[in-house]
């Protein structure tokens, strides 16, 4: 009994093209994206960081100051026995640990709603311009002081310290941002222009060369003297 040979059906030699897999193309980065982040993104992240950041800093220094208070408070009537002692310090621990949550979380409230106020602002700038840079995070952090020492009622002098920090650190961010961006390759309108200032394009002139005939020194005498 003999067996068809199957290496010489048609479809055997064929060769399964494999089909290339559909790539989605990435969309362009967005003009008011910062550190690649949305503005909506970025001002939920900046808020959430400064209530976390808020909290951990408040806790500390309300714990450290409840316990300093209470040390003061309690000076006078001292345990004199062992278990005196035991819930001394039990007592003291509690209104530490009390104390420093009460005060974490006023302080986060307080550094997550400037954080809140100043990506907003910024991102408010941006989208009134049209552009991201530094100018609306300067403008940014500006404002974000006056509003602060108005809330406050601050002197005179506290005010100028505060635009001072709020436009220094606005400044340092938005020229910080701009950078990280230019170096991603997205063009920064300041930064082209002081780039292509400083480019000089030096010409060079070829050299003119004349084309002089023999013929024309023939009928010329040289004066060797």
């Known amino acids: 009994m003999s067996f068809p040979d199957l290496t010489k059906l048609p479809s055997a030699n064929k060769k399964i093209e494999s089909i290339p897999p559909q790539q989605t193309p990435r969309n362009p980065p967005d003009l008011l994206d910062r550190y690649g982040l949305s503005p909506k993104d970025r001002i939920s992240a900046t808020t959430i960081v400064g209530l976390f950041y808020g909290f951990l800093y408040g806790s500390y220094e309300g714990g450290k100051r409840t316990g300093f208070q209470y040390l003061a408070e309690n000076a006078h009537k001292l345990p004199t026995t062992r278990s005196g002692w035991y819930f001394y310090h039990k007592r003291k621990n509690h209104k530490v640990i009390l104390g420093g949550m009460k005060h974490g979380v006023r302080y986060s409230v307080k550094t997550g709603s400037l954080c809140f106020l100043f990506v907003g602002i910024e991102a408010g700038w941006d989208s009134v311009r049209g552009e991201a840079d530094f100018a609306n995070t300067l403008i940014s952090g500006l404002s974000t002081a006056l509003i602060f020492s108005s809330i406050y ?66 009928d010329e005498k040289l004066d060797f003297k």
């Open 153 to 218: 009622r601050l002197p005179m002098q506290s005010i100028k310290y505060a635009c001072m920090f709020g436009g220094g650190f606005g400044l340092f961010s938005g020229v910080a941002q701009d950078a990280y961006r230019y170096y991603k390759g997205e063009r920064i309108w300041y930064f082209d222009r002081f780039l292509s200032s400083n480019k000089a394009t030096v010409k060079i002139s070829e050299p003119q060369v004349e084309n002089y005939d023999a013929r024309d020194f023939r």
